[in-house]
């Protein structure tokens, strides 16, 4: 019954958790698709944040990063394809010049489930892990060899939160040290006056 359905046009739409990880190659809409209604009713935009998938449903948020470069950039769900085999998701202009896949066309991505109907429930922070502990030797010290890690936790008081901004502005995405540390310089220059 499921193939009849995909064959007519129909996609069958899965429930996903938060948290979600799926694989695949990403490719970007052309242009000829661009001002036409998506399968939502929106009207497709190159400025939008955007993009198109085969199962997920509509309003889903995800976090696609480039496994090349690590770039990451948050995406909303509106359409459905890519129509071709192989390829897991669509993506429009802005998304696809901030992760750097234009000249390219075709890369390898990482699709993680952050949100919701528009909302962004999950955050992202970076850390750091020692991969090897520091060797002590009578002539030298190593220093230890340090990565950086990605972690997510749950957004504060997401529920309360709504995000108009996303079908007319990009979605900026920065880490939680990056927050913390802007925090500190306000109230730092707050404590001088």
């Known amino acids: 019954m499921l193939v009849i359905l995909l064959l007519q046009g129909y996609y069958a739409t899965f429930a996903q958790k938060l948290g979600d990880e799926s694989y695949g190659i990403a490719s970007f809409y052309a242009n000829k698709f661009y001002n036409k209604p998506t399968s939502t009713g929106e009207i497709l935009k ?56 234009r000249k390219d066309g075709l890369t390898k991505v990482r ?34 060899i340090v990565q950086p890690q990605k972690y997510y936790r749950f957004r504060k008081n997401w529920h309360k939160r709504k995000y108009p901004h996303l079908r007319y502005r990009r979605l900026k ?14 109230t730092s220059k707050s404590s001088k006056k």
Do not use: C
């Open 46 to 101: 190159k400025n939008q944040y955007t993009a198109a998938h085969n199962t997920l449903p509509f309003g889903t948020m995800l976090e696609v990063t480039n496994l090349q470069n690590k770039r990451f950039v948050i995406v909303r769900i509106n359409d459905r394809g890519p129509h071709r085999p192989g390829r897991i998701i669509d993506l429009t202009e802005n998304p696809a010049k901030w992760l750097k896949m």
């Open 111 to 144: 699709l993680k489930v952050v949100g919701f109907d528009g909302d962004v429930m999950l955050e992202s922070y970076d850390s750091l892990r020692v991969v090897s502990s520091p060797k002590l030797e009578n002539k030298f010290y190593q220093k230890p």
């Open 173 to 186: 995405v920065r880490s939680y040290l990056r927050k913390l540390s802007k925090q500190k310089k306000q």
